[in-house]
């Protein structure tokens, strides 16, 4: 068991003082038996007022509302958790599984739904060839492992993609990602999601944040591709070890750096932080974006005009 600390701070600067509608936060983590929440605090300025509700996927979902006009809009989320993710977890997947391909049973089809369902245009194919390319490795050597080719594609994103940091609006197409040859982590994992689907794997879209040990120390460079922000990895169901972690952005797969906050069948369902400003087209300026995990237990508590106890107001 690991105690991490999580600090996360967005703002919002604009030319004049502008008018805010509603912001909807996905900052809350889902406790499990890898991860449990200790404490969590959120200053909100202006003033708002929050309320609480569990969305179709019961991620934990908090509504602002505001009455003053402002020039900056912040945000800053602090959470502590007990980590429990494993560095090589075993996986127990049922021996019908354990070679590919396989059927999900008839209980769990339904269940799963359309997070089997490719969600993007592929006219030419090109990802569905991507993704049967690594079946067609393994022909006539033996049994495909479903897990060997799991590892082997999130491997390939990571070594033969190229990571950039992507501050813009929105995810790349799985088409636009092979073609450009690498994107953001939300970008791999949209990829991902949609290969594993092309050969009919149920997958499912993840938000959150990177542990990466190597910061905790002062000064130490980062060894962990998306560390220091918000992050995005993919889930894939396999019978009898549930719903397996894999962050094609570092090429691992298992959830013992993965902080889960947000899971969706699409990733446009799990965005940390979305909400409108009623101003003019010139008024805003910039939004800048701080992450920081650590190991152990916070320091100063959070600042700001509004502190609420999330476990209690939750």
Not at 208 to 219: C, H, I, R, V
Request: hydrophobic share 40%.
């Amino acid at each position: 068991m690991t105690i991490l600390t999580v600090r996360h701070l967005t703002s919002y600067r604009y030319r004049r003082p502008v008018t805010f509608g509603e912001h909807r936060l996905m900052f809350r983590p889902r406790d499990s038996h890898d991860l449990r929440l200790v404490d969590t605090a959120l200053a909100i300025s202006p003033r708002a007022q929050v309320r609480w509700l569990h969305d179709v996927f019961s991620n934990s979902i908090a509504i602002a509302s505001f009455e003053e006009p402002a020039e900056e809009l912040r945000f800053e989320s602090r959470i502590v958790i007990d980590h429990f993710g494993l560095e090589d977890p075993d996986f127990g997947i049922e021996p019908y599984a354990q070679t590919y391909p396989f059927s999900y049973s008839s209980d769990e089809i339904p269940d799963l739904g359309r997070t089997v369902e490719r969600h993007y245009p592929d006219p030419d194919r090109a990802v569905d060839a991507w993704a049967k390319a690594f079946v067609q490795e393994a022909d006539g050597i033996g049994p495909v492992g479903t897990f060997d080719l799991l590892l082997r594609m999130n491997a390939a994103i990571h070594e033969r993609f190229d990571y950039r940091r992507r501050y813009g609006l929105g995810t790349q197409t799985p088409i636009e990602t092979l073609e450009h040859g690498g994107g953001s982590c939300r970008d791999y994992a949209l990829f991902m999601m949609e290969a594993a689907r092309a050969l009919g794997f149920a997958a499912r879209f993840v938000s959150g944040y990177l542990y990466d040990p190597a910061l905790d120390q002062a000064g130490a460079a980062s060894r962990i591709q998306g560390a220091g922000d918000t992050h995005a990895w993919v889930q894939v169901y396999l019978p009898g070890a549930g719903w397996v972690e894999f962050d094609p952005t570092n090429g691992k797969a298992g959830g013992a750096n993965l902080i889960r906050v947000a899971v969706a069948r699409d990733p446009s369902q799990a965005m940390p932080l979305q909400g409108t400003y009623y101003g003019g087209p010139d008024d805003y300026l910039e939004m800048t974006v701080e992450v920081e995990v650590r190991r152990g237990p916070p320091g100063d508590p959070v600042p700001g005009q509004l502190a609420l106890s999330l476990l209690e107001a939750g």
